[in-house]
């Protein structure tokens, strides 16, 4: 099989250099020149736009930051679609509202372009492992013909349903883990100015009712002293990735009429952060400092 990918930045060039291990013969394309190069190096071909990656692939893959750049790719002039032939496979990797996935699978389905969304999860550490979450949303047999590609770069795939299913859990996946997030910095820091040691508060609430995988993530570097900010993604156009998904989560909410109350909240608690200052050293760090300056109270955490 024939792999091209467009999409090489962040999480995509992990994704991509996973592919190329694999042995696939795999074509790829970004408007950097630098991570093409870094890819030529381990075999891959580079081409010149998305629409040559797939004149030459039969299943493309996409790894874009967002809704804007997931629509050109696919349905510029010079995009993947144009360039791809009937039977082949289009998979969008991006996390995008799910209206757009439907708007580019109906433009695939017109062209007898086989369509997949498959949004990632799992940080950086699983994405250099090989070792995502995948979810995807389709036809099972386009699946089954994609799947020798997801298991080069994901540990655990998920058939979450018809097109569209991916990208509408993985929404809920991290506006789920924004509000966990937000929430356990409040704990900690409520804990904390009530006398509590993070010790005592890991070993109690990861053993009860209120705890979660966020929680469990971020008091352990707290009490480790661990120099990684939780989850540690990249930041997209100066956003955390998990704020603009959570963003995407409100759109789709909002498109379908269902109130999010403390998704909402919890948003406006990143945007906050992200006004505070500080993002691109500290991460989500820096929401742990606004809550204390709110507070007035320290935390004990790595000092970074």
Known sequence: MKVGM??????GKRIAINIAKAGFEFTVNDLREAPMKELEQLGAKVAGSPREVAAVSDIVLVSLPNNEASEHVALGPDGALAGAK?????????????????????EAT?????????PVSGGQEASRAGALS????????TLD???PVF???GKKIFHAGGTGAGATVKLLNNLLAGINMVATYECLILGTKAGLSVEVMRDVISASSGSSLVWNTVVDQVVNASPEPPAGEVAVQGLPTI??????????AQELSVPLSIGATAQQAFLAAMAHGGWPEKEYWVMMDLFEEFSAVQVPRPDL
Do not use: N
């Open 145 to 147: 013909r994609a799947m």
């Open 110 to 118: 017109a062209r007898g372009v086989l369509f997949l969304d498959a």
């Open 6 to 11: 467009v999409g090489i930045g962040g999480m």
């Open 243 to 252: 704020s603009k998904d959570m963003r995407l989560a409100m759109e789709m």
């Open 86 to 106: 009937r039977g082949d496979i289009y998979v969008d990797l991006s996390t995008i509202i799910p209206s757009l996935v439907h708007t580019i699978a109906k």
């Open 151 to 153: 298991k080069a770069f």
């Open 134 to 141: 995948i979810m995807v949303g389709g036809d099972a047999e």
